[in-house]
């Protein structure tokens, strides 16, 4: 056990040093290497955390999705604590997302916030997943919480395909995707950059998520342990 432990921790220690490493990398190369963009000058930049913090965001819920509909298939709560410890974390680049695109708008289009379909429908995933949240923290039965949790989690990420979509069905002034096409329109420079940033955003999604589940499992079984005691306590 001691020994598996010490693995484990020196695996997620290697993780942890190759995130810190890639996102090193990822902001040199935004500073030095990405060239500036003719249009829209320096704010551009904020392109190369945009898009991961979207990507990651896309990610999270996803995982969400896989946890909860593992957990109402085999009732195991590890994968509620997947689930769980994922839906936080999206909830937290889905703000990022939200954030760094308004600091984006604000000098292109004049204005922090618009109405505009891809926007409204990307606040109401955050609000989606807001809910999962709090409808976790204030449902006392974990059973009962976790399958509740499970329904949201899965009916939520139908939100995402319309996000993905909707500069396609509808008339909006976010413009069209540039990289997730045939052909991506972007220089060779700026495309070793995204992938540089997809690459450590990534490796930070996945770093939080090792450590966000491990916390969860425990905290799981530690109620087991509770509830063992109460048991005992009670034939007393």
């Known amino acids: 056990m001691l020994k598996d432990s010490a693995q484990s921790?020196?695996?997620?220690?290697?993780?942890?040093?190759?995130?810190?490493?890639?996102?090193?990398?990822?902001?040199?190369?935004?500073?030095?290497?990405?060239?500036?963009?003719?249009?829209?000058?320096?704010?551009?930049?904020?392109?190369?955390?945009?898009?991961?913090?979207?990507?990651?965001?896309?990610?999270?819920?996803?995982?969400?999705?896989?946890?909860?509909?593992?957990?109402?298939?085999?009732?195991?709560?590890?994968?509620?604590?997947?689930?769980?410890?994922?839906?936080?974390?999206?909830?937290?680049f889905a703000t990022l997302m939200l954030v760094t695109g308004s600091l984006w708008a604000k000098p292109i289009w004049n204005a922090w916030w618009t109405w505009d379909a891809r926007l409204t429908s990307a606040l109401v995933l955050w609000f989606i997943y807001v809910g999962y949240i709090m409808l976790r923290a204030y449902t006392p039965d974990v059973e009962h919480g976790?399958?509740?949790?499970?329904?949201?989690?899965?009916?939520?990420f139908a939100d995402i395909p319309v996000i993905h979509f909707s500069v396609q069905w509808w008339r909006t002034i976010h413009p069209e995707p540039i990289v997730a096409r045939s052909n991506p329109q972007l220089p060779p420079e700026m495309m070793a950059t995204l992938l540089v940033c997809l690459v450590s955003v990534t490796l930070l999604y996945v770093t939080l998520m090792v450590f966000r589940t491990r916390l969860e499992w425990l905290r799981d079984e530690n109620r087991v342990l509770e509830g063992r005691r109460s048991l005992e306590v009670g034939h007393v």
């Not at 040199?28 to 945009?50: C, E, K, N, S």
């Not at 976790?146 to 939520?156: D, E, F, S």
């Open 146 to 156: 976790a399958r509740l949790g499970a329904v949201v989690g899965i009916v939520g």
């Open 9 to 92: 921790r020196g695996k997620e220690t290697v993780l942890a040093a190759a995130t810190l490493i890639a996102a090193a990398v990822a902001v040199l190369m935004i500073i030095f290497y990405a060239p500036t963009d003719r249009v829209q000058g320096i704010v551009q930049r904020i392109f190369y955390f945009h898009l991961p913090i979207i990507w990651v965001s896309y990610l999270a819920f996803l995982v969400v999705l896989v946890g909860s509909i593992a957990y109402l298939w085999k009732r195991n709560l590890r994968w509620d604590a997947v689930a769980r410890a994922s839906a936080e974390i999206g909830v937290v």
